[in-house]
């Protein structure tokens, strides 16, 4: 196995790009949590039902798991930057589409070109993040998803203060999404022009996750179901098995999102310490004690501190899979989206497996389930070892560099 650090160049400007490619995973954030506040707005303005309404939202990760594996091609015949400001901006542009929708059909319609550019926008993205972290030389990846998670919450903000207000969707969509895109531009004129190797193939329009990220992916996968259980169900099961009031139940998932967000923020610095296979191992143990509190619950009082144990476990571990990807072959682009795949379908079918359960058995049976995939954290975490420094690939090259192994005239800038 060799030894010898695979020479990256180094980034000109360290701490622009990093600025930089953090502020573009607020942005892509910001669209998210926009739209999320006017779904209510959407839904009376169609007079759709709950069902109506449930296929609609299918839409949005049935685009972005099919068209995930196109921003390879992209990021390799454009190069991250030009991929990333492209997609990032087409994922602005799509904001003003849902609220336009005159049907449900047409709502469908909007909702997968929504999801796909979003799928493909997350993508670049997260590869210009990998790459970024690799030629620093430490974690990154927390923080960045962190600012995801930040730029949700205060777009979901100004979402909130506009339907309080009674504004109309349609043009509060259209004008976020423009202001957005206009904040892009000159964020993504920081980004470095990180390109694939010459030597490189172009990867092709459309395959399935290579097997070398399946079990990246299956960790990914535990994490955002336990994620998307929580989120979606949380309210729900306040209210109906703790007996919560209509406004705690309604809290909750802003809760868990500020505790998402907090421990994303925060998560780089424990994995600098603990290394990435020991933080997950930690955030599976403090996710299953999460998921025992709530399982366990009769009051508000133990439900909620369960959510937020939830939340604080699994937080990294999106991230630290996109990471672990990242440094599969010569395309970070392509494993990235392979893990993405594999990942975000968890968010797809947590719901419906969420509902199906608790419709058969109960609530407290289905976060039974949460609780189980929380602890098999514990036992997966291994396969996220690319993710620590100075891990190697299957040819036993080192794909990144350590603090220590990072010349100081290279980072003098961060």
């Not at 980034?11 to 739209?35: E, N």
């Not at 609609?56 to 068209?67: E, H, R």
């Not at 903000?157 to 504004?167: D, E, K, R, T």
Request: net charge positive; aromatic share 6%; with cysteine.
């Amino acid at each position: 196995m060799s030894t010898t650090a695979q020479p990256l160049e180094p980034l000109t400007a360290p701490r622009r790009a990093r600025a930089s490619i953090a502020l573009v995973f607020g942005v892509h954030g910001a669209v998210s949590g926009s739209f999320v506040t006017r779904i209510p707005w959407i839904q009376d303005r169609l007079d759709l039902s709950p069902g109506q309404l449930g296929l609609a939202l299918v839409m949005p990760a049935i685009g972005s798991s099919l068209a995930m594996p196109l921003a390879g091609r992209f990021v390799h015949r454009y190069g991250g930057r030009a991929a990333v400001r492209g997609l990032i901006s087409l994922w602005c542009l799509a904001l003003a589409l849902p609220a336009l929708a005159p049907s449900l059909p047409v709502l469908c319609a909007a909702l997968l070109a929504y999801g796909a550019t979003a799928g493909m926008a997350d993508v670049a993205m997260n590869a210009q993040g990998v790459e970024i972290e690799q030629r620093l030389g430490r974690s990154i990846m927390s923080g960045l998803h962190g600012m995801w998670s930040a730029g949700g919450l205060l777009a979901s903000g100004f979402g909130i203060l506009a339907a309080h207000l009674g504004l109309d969707a349609r043009l509060q969509l259209a004008v976020t999404a423009l202001v957005l895109l206009a904040l892009a531009q000159p964020i993504c004129r920081g980004l470095p022009d990180l390109r694939a190797p010459e030597e490189a193939e172009a990867p092709p329009r459309f395959a399935l996750p290579p097997r070398s990220s399946l079990a990246i992916g299956l960790v990914g996968f535990c994490a955002v179901f336990a994620e998307g259980a929580s989120m979606d169900w949380s309210g729900v099961y306040l209210r109906d098995v703790t007996g919560a009031s209509a406004t705690v139940a309604a809290a909750s998932y802003t809760a868990f999102s500020l505790t998402m967000a907090a421990s994303r923020l925060a998560g780089d610095a424990v994995i600098r310490r603990l290394g990435a296979v020991r933080t997950t191992r930690l955030g599976g143990a403090v996710a299953t004690a999460g998921g025992l509190l709530v399982v366990a619950a009769d009051s508000p009082a133990l439900a909620i501190p369960g959510f937020a144990l939830i939340g604080v476990g699994i937080a990294v571990t999106v991230p630290l899979a996109f990471a672990a990807a990242g440094r599969i072959g010569s395309n970070p682009s392509q494993s990235i989206a392979g893990v993405a795949t594999v990942t975000y379908t968890s968010g797809l079918v947590a719901p419906a497996i969420i509902g199906a359960l608790a419709q058969a058995t109960s609530l407290t049976v289905s976060f039974g389930l949460v609780t189980a995939l929380a602890f098999a954290l514990l036992l997966s975490a291994g396969a996220l070892r690319r993710a620590e420094p100075n891990s190697t690939d299957a040819a036993g090259n080192v794909t990144a560099m350590s603090p220590e192994s990072t010349s100081n005239k290279d980072l003098s800038a961060i």
